[in-house]
């Protein structure tokens, strides 16, 4: 994968910084933060006409069919942000999903809607029990007449109270089966929160969801596949991101130093606190070294060695977020912890990438697995 961006790429890019610098600072994400859907439709929509939501999607289908590397470009700006709109959960994962698995009518209902911003979709596939082990999940899904009938509890849905639809995983005849399940389904119970890190959250509950015989993604023994394949795409963005706020949360830092004077001079002349930097340097080119290669991965033709690759960048990831926070608000003498600074909003941001779409053991155990085959 070549690490220089191309044209194309570096004005996307810059796109993207100004409009966050100019039309979505820190104000306007705390406001949206503590909004009921949890993101903006106009920013939603801004983001559509910049091509980000679709930049992936196969141009068939209104997007751009760009590859991975571009991806990493518009997550690792947004990263910079910590744009709080569900661009990962929808416009990578569920769209992955429905280019990958979907049925012709899928595709054309829901990825050129998810393009140009008209619907949000994303998957509903952890369960209270499963802990990650998309495999284990226990909500199941019977034939009934012409359709389908679901029945069972979803937690932790990214984006779940937003969306016009879910990706909800399901146990049909022993294997993970996915279904497209509309919102204004009869017998859906959704309970909405806010997590830490200013993102949405929902529980969805199905008592005897009926949906149609085309809302099967993919053929019956297929979900976890597709679901697989959505979720790494998922990770290989989340990675960017995470990537572009260390990036953005040193630039503070460093700033701060700069600034803060103690005993008659500015903090940044202590070689001590110049070596915490450092470090907190180091950590974040590693970080994005193996954003790089989580989205080679995704290319990566065998699938042992595609989940290793994917769980190894996540792991190392993850590991350097939390460093990077945690040194942050000490370098900010506590202060980083309050509202007053943008720093705790980074902390919390970044502290929220190890729980996300499988944490440090889960990924440790797939990538141990993914090893010995």
């Known amino acids: 994968m070549d690490f220089n961006y191309s044209e194309e790429q ?3 890019a810059d796109s993207l910084r100004r409009f966050i610098g100019a039309e979505y600072p820190f104000a306007v994400r705390r406001t949206i933060a503590r909004s009921r859907a949890g993101f903006d439709r106009g ?4 983001l559509a006409e910049m091509g980000v939501l679709g930049l992936t999607i196969p141009a068939a289908f209104g997007g751009f069919g760009e590859s991975a590397a571009s991806q990493l470009v518009v997550q690792r700006e947004l990263g910079r942000g910590i744009v709080l709109e569900p661009v990962i959960p929808c416009a990578v994962i569920a769209a992955a999903v429905l280019a990958g698995f979907g049925s012709a009518p899928q595709k054309d209902e829901w990825l050129p809607a998810i393009a140009t911003g008209q619907r949000v979709l994303t998957a509903a596939w952890l369960e209270p029990a499963s ?4 495999d284990l999940a226990q909500c199941t899904a019977t034939r009934e007449g012409a359709g389908w009938v679901l029945d069972g509890v979803k937690c932790l849905v990214w984006h779940g109270q937003g969306a016009d639809a879910w990706i909800v995983s399901a ?5 993970v089966a996915l279904f497209l399940v509309p919102r204004d389904a009869a017998g859906v119970t959704l309970t909405a929160y806010p997590a830490m890190d200013g993102q949405q959250g929902a529980d969805l509950r199905l008592d005897g969801v009926r ?5 099967l993604i993919g053929g019956e023994a297929q979900g976890l596949e597709a679901l697989e394949h959505g979720l790494d795409h ?3 963005a989340q990675c960017a991101a995470a990537s572009g706020a260390m ?3 040193i630039e503070m830092t460093r700033d701060y130093l700069l600034t803060r004077r103690q005993f008659g001079q500015p903090l940044a002349a202590f070689q001590a606190l110049q070596h915490r930097l450092a470090d907190m340097l180091v950590q974040k080119e590693c970080a994005l070294s193996m954003a790089y290669v989580a989205a080679r991965a995704l290319d990566e033709p065998d699938l042992a060695t595609r989940r290793r690759m ?4 996540k792991v190392i990831v993850a590991r350097a977020a939390r460093f990077v926070g945690q040194q942050a608000v000490q370098l900010h003498g506590g202060m980083g912890m309050t509202d007053e600074l943008e720093v705790s909003d980074y902390f919390r941001y970044l502290t929220m990438t190890d729980v996300l779409l499988g944490d440090t053991d889960s990924h440790m155990e797939r990538y141990s697995a993914a090893m010995a085959a």
């Open 310 to 313: 994917v769980s190894g960048a």
């Open 234 to 236: 998922g990770i290989a």
């Open 211 to 215: 949906v149609a015989a085309d809302a």
């Open 247 to 249: 990036e953005r949360l």
């Open 10 to 12: 570096q004005m996307l």
């Open 171 to 175: 146990r049909l005849n022993g294997a």
């Open 43 to 46: 920013v939603w929509a801004t």
């Open 131 to 134: 802990r990650y082990r998309a």
